[in-house]
Structures are given as C-alpha cells and as structure tokens.
C-alpha cells in the first residue's frame, strides 16, 4: 500500500465526512449530551453501566448508519467503479473509511468517558477490559453494518433498513435508556438486538463482574460478526 497515496486519501475523506456534519452530530455531540443528561438524572450507582451504553451510540451510529450509507452511496455514485479503472485500488477507500469510522467512534469515547469520569466521578473497575470489551463492540456491531451496505441493492432500501434498525436499537438497547429501566416485555424485544448483548458485556466490563450468560453472549456475537463479514466479502458489489 502506497502511504503518501493512503495518507492523501484520508485528509480528502476526513474533511468530506466533517462538512457531511453528520458524525459530529450524532456521532459525538449526541452521545456527549446524553451522557450529561444521563450524569444528572441517572443515581450513581448505576452510572456506571449506563455511561458504558451511552459510549455505545458512536458505534451504533457508525455501523448502522454510517458504514452501510457511505457503501451504498459509492456504489450509486457508481465511485468504486471508477476507482477500479484508475491506479487507485478501491479496497484502499474503503479502508480509508474504515480507518476514518474507527477514528470517530474512538474520539467520541474519550469525549463521553471524559465527562463521565470528570464530571460525574464514574470508576471503571478495569479498564483494560472494558477497552477489550469496546473494540469487540465495534467488531460486531460494525460487521453488521458491513452486510447491510454490501447487499442492499440501492441508496432508498438502503436508508429504510438502516432507519428501522438504528431507531429501535438506540432506544431499547441500553444506549440511552438504562436497560434496567426498561419495562420487562420491552427488555425481551429488546435482548433481540445486537447492540443490546454488545452493552451488557460493556456494561459488565465496566462494573468488573462477569454475567452468567457472558461467554455465550462472547460466543455467539463473535461468530455472527465472522459470518456477517465473510458474507460481506463474498456478496460485495462494486
């Protein structure tokens, strides 16, 4: 891979999504003013397991919203073909992207970890695991996000599955109301999220237990995640 060509790419790619202004709102203005809404309202003892959902909604943004659009709008743009025929290999927009995704999702993690633990005094009880935990919720969730935008057949189906998935995981999955909160039918709709499972593992990692049901919550995310992205590659569109 060429470095100085990587390196240009990402500095075009970086101020596109800044002006797009979209990763800046929901990405990381968002999950800063739920965290202090959330610090204000939220008694301290549970703090801690809301803050490790509320660091949950860049990834959320991102790999819902963020990875499957940009992937659909390229391949309308007809602009991964154009890569293919220029000295510009594709594959390294898209890890441009990739790189870029992670950087905000990152970024925005210190911002709420910041305020939560200068501000509200939040602790981790380990925060090597909880950074582990973390990277492994960007695994999964963005594995998702990847399947979406690689077999959607267009931008409008697109936005309609993205949509039906984000809203819903964003409210029921912990990420802004505290999964404890929720009442019990709606705790069962909403154990069928994804997101739902990944902030339970954070949430843990947070507190420093280890849930009953956390290695075959591991398990079965980690495998789906290897399925998702293994279906991506083998169905991906230019």
């Known amino acids: 891979m060429n470095t100085k060509t990587f390196t240009g790419l990402f500095k075009t790619e970086l101020i596109v999504t800044v002006r797009d202004g979209n990763v800046l709102i929901f990405g990381i203005a968002l999950p800063a003013a739920i965290m202090v809404i959330i610090g204000l309202i939220i008694p301290k003892q549970e703090l ?25 709008q390229y391949r309308h743009d007809g602009i991964l073909r154009q890569f293919r025929v220029t000295p510009l290999n594709p594959h390294m927009l898209l890890a441009v992207d990739a790189v870029i995704e992670v950087f905000f999702v990152l970024l925005a ?7 939560a633990h200068f501000i509200f005094k939040v602790q981790l009880a380990s925060a090597g695991r909880f950074a582990l935990m973390y990277l492994f919720n960007i695994f999964v969730i963005f594995s998702i996000g990847t399947l979406i935008g690689a077999l959607v057949p267009d ?16 409210i029921l999955s912990g990420t802004t109301i505290p999964f404890a909160l929720l009442p019990r039918g709606l705790r069962i709709v909403a154990e069928l999220f994804p997101m739902t499972q990944t ?20 398990s079965i995310l980690a495998a789906g995640a290897v399925v998702c992205y293994a279906v991506s590659v083998k169905s991906f569109r230019w």
Request: charged share 5%.
């Open 48 to 72: 801690t397991a809301s803050f490790s959902g509320v660091a949950g909604i860049a990834i959320l943004a991102t790999g819902i919203m963020g990875i499957p659009i940009t992937l659909a």
């Open 109 to 115: 993690a210190l911002l709420v970890s910041g305020i």
């Open 155 to 170: 931008i409008q189906t697109c936005n309609a599955v993205t949509t039906l998935l984000y809203f819903p995981s964003l």
């Open 199 to 218: 902030n339970l593992l954070l949430a843990n990692a947070a507190r420093g237990i280890t849930g009953s049901y956390d290695f075959i919550r591991f």
